[in-house]
């Protein structure tokens, strides 16, 4: 009896002490929601707002609302905040508290990826990888893997092990037009006016759109009678970049990066990225920032 006594006042002195302790951090935990409300309606901070979008999202101190949630992570994303950029595309490709809209997932992931946000760029990589709510499109889904793998992220290390396994043998060499080509002295009107053609005579006459043109057709070699050459690529990116054209002059730096059809040169890369970013390139500035990986 004695010992249950005893007990029992133990429990009832901890109460006494400890009550006061939890009662201020609840009241604590009022003033932070209160302080990053009044934060965010004041548009005095896109974190602030991300932070209560979140809350909303997962029901953290307030109502589960997904309809707020959204609100407060597009004020945010408009202040071209990466994380809440990166959790609307989530989203919409999700279709969680939200309907599915696959050109809102693309466009916020993206955005969110060229501000350098690693599950950005691997979630895009994935979708490029796959098809899935875009084409399908090997180039683009390793480009964003590399760039997710250079932040340290595993998952985009092991896919592009993958993809060099899928395309191990074909990225210089270019097929010669055979005797039904259309590139022969018997083509017809409709064959000769080809993207490949038309873009290689224009670019012949120095137009720098016509050659960057030329540059995606070799670098992607999705062109009938063209299989992907780094080599050409380049060489028409060169005279592209050389003319100004801003997405040639990136796409030059990330071949000088890797090593693409050309010597790697790091300081090459800087140069061109340097470039692209002065005509503000959005790729090219976060590159350019973190070039010691070239």
Not at 44 to 57: E, I, V
Not at 118 to 127: E, F, K, N
Not at 207 to 217: K, N, S, V
């Amino acid at each position: 009896m004695r010992h249950f006594t005893t007990m029992r006042f133990i429990v009832r002195t901890l109460f006494i002490v400890l009550l006061p302790t939890f009662t201020a951090q609840s009241v604590l935990a009022n003033d932070d929601l209160h302080a990053l409300r009044q934060a965010a309606e004041a548009d005095q901070s896109a974190r602030a707002q991300h932070q209560l979008g979140l809350r909303y999202l997962q029901g953290k101190g307030v109502n589960q609302d997904g309809r707020s949630a959204v609100m407060w992570l597009q004020r945010a994303a408009e202040q071209n905040y990466a994380p809440a950029q990166y959790q609307l595309g989530e989203l919409y490709r999700t279709g969680a508290g939200v309907d599915i809209d696959a050109a809102a997932a693309v466009e916020y992931l993206t955005s969110a990826a060229e501000q350098g946000h690693p599950t950005a760029q691997y979630r895009l990589g994935t979708l490029y990888l796959t098809g899935s709510l875009v084409e399908k499109d090997l180039i683009a889904a390793t480009e964003w893997m590399e760039l997710a793998a250079e932040h340290g992220y595993t998952e985009a290390r092991q896919a592009l092990a993958e993809l060099d396994k899928a395309t191990p043998a074909t990225s210089e060499t270019i097929v010669t037009p055979g005797p039904e080509s259309p590139q022969t002295e018997d083509k017809s009107n409709e064959e000769s006016t080809t993207p490949l053609t038309t873009y290689t005579r224009a670019a012949e006459q120095g137009d720098a759109e016509a050659q960057y043109q030329l540059g995606e057709i070799y670098r992607k070699g999705t062109e009938k009678g063209v299989s992907r050459s780094f080599k050409a690529a380049a060489k028409w990116y060169e005279m592209a970049a050389e003319q100004g054209h801003a997405e040639a002059q990136y796409q030059l730096g990330e071949f000088y990066s890797k090593g693409r059809g050309v010597k790697k040169n790091r300081e090459t890369a800087r140069k061109w990225y340097q470039a692209a970013a002065r005509q503000g390139h959005v790729k090219a500035k976060y590159r350019q920032r973190g070039c010691g990986f070239c």
